[in-house]
């Protein structure tokens, strides 16, 4: 699955920083994340980076509409990377 920032962010911008995909962005008043360029850091790191360094607790979550299996998640990671 991709990550999704819930209404809880308090747009602190640490979770930008921290995406090796560049998958975080801000829009107009808040941060969101690119569905197609976010991994949970498979192929990066152990762990969603975002949530380890956000301050609010579950203010990253799993988005429930991107439902994704680690081999797919991998498999974006590669072409991201430009890989293949």
Do not use: W
Request: proline letters at 6%.
């Amino acid at each position: 699955m991709a990550l999704l920032i819930t209404k809880k962010c308090i747009n602190c911008d640490m979770c930008r920083q921290e995406c090796p995909n560049g998958a975080i962005s801000m829009t107009n008043t808040t941060f969101q994340i690119a569905p197609e360029l976010c991994t949970e850091c498979k192929g990066s790191y152990d762990k969603p980076t975002c949530k380890l360094v956000c301050p609010i607790n579950k203010c990253i979550i799993l988005d429930p509409k991107k439902i994704e299996t680690e081999e797919e998640l991998l498999e974006k990671f590669v072409i991201i990377r430009g890989l293949v």
